[in-house]
């Protein structure tokens, strides 16, 4: 597809549980990014990847969420024991890596809301 | 960090009048304020940016201005139109790429 694409679109889980989120950037993209959005509110930075490698993982609440990238292209993030102040949308973007120390359009995916009951 | 501030949090209008939402950044080093466009449900989508090397910038009825001295910018929408009903965010980034996003203006409006 020519956009970016994550799946599921919507995720129901249980306090405790363990899930994953998928995002497929667009072809060529090697910057991906993930933030978070809760109602009303900003998207909030997570992870910032450049190719393989984390380069900012600065945003990560705790050590339950992680994130990887292994081969330049999608990524997965992951909530181990979810609690219920990890619902949100969680979105995901990628963007052509510009000259050094410029900023570019991100493309953002529609999403993977997430709810924890 | 970089710490983006947005104002109205909402922004009702008539139809043909004029919107401006403001933002102020602390970030002396950001120099790219992408401005973004999400309507209900859907993915977050740009609709102008500035570089810190031109104060103004203009694509039809949509302008933004930069005060670098001020640290703010400001979206101005002219003439607006129903279809303009949307939550706008501004957002800053310097030299680490990765871009701090205010909190978002809903702006409503009325035909």
């Known amino acids: 597809g020519a956009g970016v694409s994550q799946t599921p679109s919507n995720k129901v889980t249980e306090k405790g549980k363990y899930v994953e989120l998928r995002c497929d950037p667009i072809?060529?993209?090697?910057?991906l990014y993930w933030y978070r959005q809760s109602l009303g509110q900003g998207p909030e930075f997570l992870i910032y990847?450049?190719?393989?490698?984390?380069?900012?993982d600065s945003g990560l609440p705790n050590d339950r969420f992680f994130a990887v990238r292994p081969e330049g292209s999608v990524s997965t993030l992951k909530i181990q024991r979810t609690e219920r102040g990890d619902s949100a949308v969680y979105l995901c973007?990628?963007?052509?890596?510009?000259?050094?120390?410029?900023?570019?359009?991100?493309?953002f995916g529609e999403g993977s809301r997430l709810t924890v009951l | 960090g970089e710490n983006v501030e947005q104002h109205p949090s909402t922004l009702s209008v008539q139809e043909g009048d004029s919107a401006v939402i403001k933002c102020t950044y602390s970030?002396?080093?950001?120099?790219?304020f992408p401005w973004y466009k999400q309507e209900l449900g859907k993915r977050p989508q740009l609709i102008i940016d500035?570089?810190?090397?031109?104060g103004e910038k203009k694509d039809q009825r949509i302008a933004v201005t930069l005060n670098k001295t001020a640290k703010h910018f400001s979206l101005h929408i002219t003439e607006t139109q129903p279809e303009d009903s949307a939550v706008y965010f501004c957002?800053?980034?310097?030299?680490?790429?990765?871009?701090?996003f205010g909190r978002g203006t809903s702006l409503i409006v009325h035909p």
């Open positions: 957002a800053a980034s310097g030299g680490s790429y990765i871009p701090t």
């Open positions: 500035i570089r810190s090397n031109v």
């Open positions: 970030d002396s080093a950001s120099n790219y």
């Open positions: 990847f450049q190719g393989t490698g984390a380069a900012d």
């Open positions: 973007a990628s963007s052509l890596t510009l000259l050094a120390g410029e900023g570019g359009e991100l493309f």
């Open positions: 072809s060529g993209h090697t910057a």
